[in-house]
C-alpha cells in the first residue's frame, strides 16, 4: 500500500516570499564577498622590496 502525502503546514514567511517571487520576480543571485576582516599592510613596502620584485 502506498503511503500518504504528509500535509505541508501553512508558513506565512514561505506565502509572502511565493508573492513577492510573482509580482516582482526571482532575486538576484548572490555576490562573492571580498574578505572584510582582512587588514591592510601596515607599513609601505620598502626600496629593497620594491627593487627586488622588479627584477
Do not use: C, D, N, Y
Amino acid at each position: 500500500m502506498a503511503r500518504k502525502k504528509k500535509v505541508k503546514r501553512f508558513r506565512a514567511v514561505q506565502a509572502v516570499k511565493a508573492l513577492a517571487r510573482e509580482r516582482i520576480g526571482t532575486p538576484p543571485s548572490g555576490k562573492v564577498v571580498l574578505e572584510k576582516k582582512k587588514k591592510p599592510e601596515k607599513h609601505k613596502p620598502t626600496l629593497g622590496g620594491l627593487l627586488g620584485e622588479a627584477e
